[in-house]
């Protein structure tokens, strides 16, 4: 366990030092974006590397902040993109999550002020979490609009319907201390196509607790949430028998070094080799946790270990 | 000087010792909101003490976070409220300075993008400073949209008008490490009826540094640059010779502080006379730059140091 044992290696690996990892761990939690595709395109070699490890036994999970779909819209892209072995219940977004921790942890009496998008409301839907669905007038401010008194909790994701009255409403709920304060994720950015960027979640969690002077529960990685709901649903998944990939330092791998798990960085993403050697060699010990056990240019280089097995 | 001399006093004053004071200083910067007025009201007794610190020869000076009027806005307020006395060169509003900090300290040689308000735009148009003057198209996104190749600074201030496609082009636009991140002030939030709050300009800022992990340079207090505007405008302005009356600890306080200016808390805004002693209390040094030296309950009670000098 090299979670345990202080510094982690940041090791490159390849051929059968792969297989052997491969071998040693019962489960993968993959993250998405940047690990298993980009936007709609699947990476290289990866829907092979995803179906060979279910076909093999193996259970995979995925595991993302990307809060802008539900799991049924999930699974189609699964589908088409080539993972055609992928089930709805391996897919643990972090819209789900946050659903799941509204309904079973927070157990929240009363309607969720939703800063997000269709996706996050459809999985509230479905786990019967009552939420705000209304649509503002468009000369509504917040100096006059209502408020609503039964709202008990703010969740903050990807908004691309944003507005500063949605900002200021959510700034006035959350006034009361007594309503709960919900993050589906904090990522700061993501990247897009010609350098340009998509402000993630954690910009509008850091714009709320600025005005509310109030840090948010945050549901995603690197938060341990979406491994406890993982726990909760298939027995057995001992963190000692798991592997988590994923591309990003300051989230996957520091999920994966909270959760005590095994931890791989995949290059095809945001993090690259000397982010992570910047990371190794930091007198903060707190950015040893974004440390990778393992390294590896993209996960097609799993494919090799599967030759000859089957 | 308290200022210069260890733990300020936090000193309740009245009668005689504010006399005293009044008498021992020449030049008077009044906090806007909470100190001399509340929105459309006038604090009791506020006009009468500034007119009567004018017409006794001494120089007043407002200094505002409020970035969202134009300076010929406030005077006209100032004139309705029955501050008769002030003129339009008095005021420096963060909007203004952000104006002079464009023009006359950046040099901003392009457009300057700006999440925000009229009141900004116009404060920009008064100063010549060139800004971006686009409405974005309904469906408009940041996956489609146009990016201008001439942006080289972002301005944030109070922008009610937010949307996240604003947020995302000013994220894109500070992908360039060459354009400027001005914020007009970092205030987190402003009192409102009713227990309402209206999110500052402080949100919009923390929301855009998460999104591309710089540091915004900020304009109004507690930030130095509003005690220059007013030193390069105004002769022989002795920071020994002033006096800072404010209703807010972290942005008044301390911008009084940070000009070495003696300071005045005044107990009709947001910062209670507990919060003062909380930080001069507080073991970490830098919150007893929130302390003031002087606390009065209202500026009315400079009312008596005026009676029988008529």
Known sequence: MAGAVGLKECRKIRGSQIRTLLDAKDFFLFDCDGVIWHGETAIAGAPSVVNALIRRGK??????????RPRENYLSKFCRLGFTDVMQEQIFSSSYCSALYLRDVAKVQGKVFVLGCEGMRKELREADVPFVDEVDEPDATIYDCALLPDVKAVLVGHDDKLTFLKLAKASCYLRDQDCLFL?????PWHPLSDGRILPGSGCLTAALEVATGRKATVIGKPSR?????????????DPAQCLMVGDRLETDMLFGSNCGLDTM???TGVSQMED?????????STQHSFVPDYVVDTIADFLPAFEGLD
């Open 59 to 68: 259970t995979v999970f995925f595991v993302t902040n990307n809060c802008t």
């Open 183 to 187: 993050a589906t994720d904090n990522d």
């Open 225 to 237: 949430f979406m491994f406890e709901c993982i726990s909760s649903q298939f027995r057995g998944v």
């Open 265 to 267: 960085l995949t290059l």
């Open 276 to 284: 992570a050697q910047e990371y190794r060699k930091s007198e903060h």
